[in-house]
Nanobody, 121 residues
Framework: QVQLVESGGGLVQAGGSLRLSCVAS????????MGWFRQAPGKEREFVAA?????YYSDSVKGRFTISRDHAKNTVYLQMNSLKPEDTAVYYC?????????????????WGQGTQVTVSS
């Protein structure tokens, strides 16, 4: 019943910027965590950022990425600046129905299909 759809991925040069969007349909997640994870080839999916009442970031993106949300639109954004080749991955949006935590895959109930971000050097 609940679907998450990511958009905004693409190819960008190192140092450039992209903004990812995730739209949730079916119900509102305005009161519970929404997050972004990413998975690079040959690696496990890792936490990137999350937002509830506060924002949370992995050390690797802190200071470069900004997560935000529009409650009325059921949309979460990930503004990515100063992109590096190591940011190349499929980025996944996630949403929780209740708060357990914010930085683990098991904290979330719904996942999008992912959007590819490729950063060239």
């Amino acid at each position: 019943q609940v679907q998450l759809v990511e958009s905004g991925g693409g190819l960008v040069q190192a140092g450039g910027s992209l903004r990812l969007s995730c739209v949730a349909s079916g119900r509102s997640y305005s009161d519970y965590p929404m997050g972004w994870f990413r998975q690079a080839p040959g690696k496990e999916r890792e936490f990137v950022a999350a937002i509830h009442w506060n924002t949370y970031y992995s050390d690797s993106v802190k200071g470069r990425f900004t997560i935000s949300r529009d409650h009325a639109k059921n949309t979460v954004y990930l503004q990515m600046n100063s992109l590096k080749p190591e940011d190349t991955a499929v980025y996944y949006c996630a949403a929780a129905l209740l708060r357990r935590g914010v930085s683990e895959q098991r904290d979330y109930d719904y996942w999008g299909q992912g959007t590819q971000v490729t950063v060239s050097s």
